[in-house]
């Protein structure tokens, strides 16, 4: 189940990879299981309007064979993704096919971004989303932006040994821990008391 509070990394390609709970080696609840769990997502994070979610909703209920090729595309782009930042937090080189998978997906992302005039200036915007793979192209170009940014630096983990999440730690003194205190936050701070108590 997407929800609104699953969105605490502070980037739209780092909630991408946080689509599955847990860690990815171990016990973990993916909350891409369909076509539509994509758009949902990608309306709730912004990627797409709510318009345009219902549009592709519709398209990915009459062409179900390629809906399912995007939710597989989705989750190699999720998993490729996640395997570069990881490498970044390790300050390593990406896995090459990893690394490549992701450009390759920028590459197609970039061929719809638009340059369009706005109220006041101009700005990016997408070609409409036509296409099933539209709510992946916002993704794939914010982590390019990330990668290559000093932002990149402030990159983290969730530090419970139990999700492994990643999250952009913005504050002043770099102390954030947790993906989220209202989660796993809030459980360490019980297991800490608990711990206390015995």
């Not at 909350?31 to 519709?58: F, H, I, N, T």
């Not at 005039?117 to 170009?141: F, I, M, N, Q």
């Amino acid at each position: 189940m997407i929800d609104r509070e699953d969105f605490v990394a502070g980037s739209l390609c780092l909630d991408f990879v946080n689509t599955i709970g847990g860690i990815r080696s171990g016990v973990h609840n993916d909350r891409l299981e369909s076509y539509p769990d994509l758009v949902d997502w990608a309306v709730l994070g912004g990627a797409v309007s709510c318009q345009q979610g219902d549009a592709l909703r519709l398209i990915g209920r009459r062409r179900p064979e390629i809906s399912a090729r995007t939710l597989a595309e989705a989750k190699a782009l999720r998993e490729s993704l996640h395997a570069v930042f990881s490498a970044a937090l390790k300050h390593q080189a990406p896995n090459r096919q990893a690394f490549d998978f992701v450009n390759q997906r920028l590459g197609i992302a970039m061929s719809h971004a638009r340059i369009r005039r706005g109220a006041e200036k101009y700005e990016w915007t997408w070609e409409p989303p036509e296409l099933l793979d539209a709510p992946l192209w916002p993704v794939v170009h914010n982590a390019g932006e990330l990668l290559a940014s000093e932002t990149l630096a402030r990159l983290r983990e969730c530090a419970s040994e139990t999700c492994g999440w990643f999250f952009l730690d913005l504050t002043k003194n770099r102390s954030r821990r947790w993906c989220a205190m209202s989660g796993c936050g809030n459980r360490a701070k019980v297991r800490r008391f608990r711990d206390r108590q015995a």
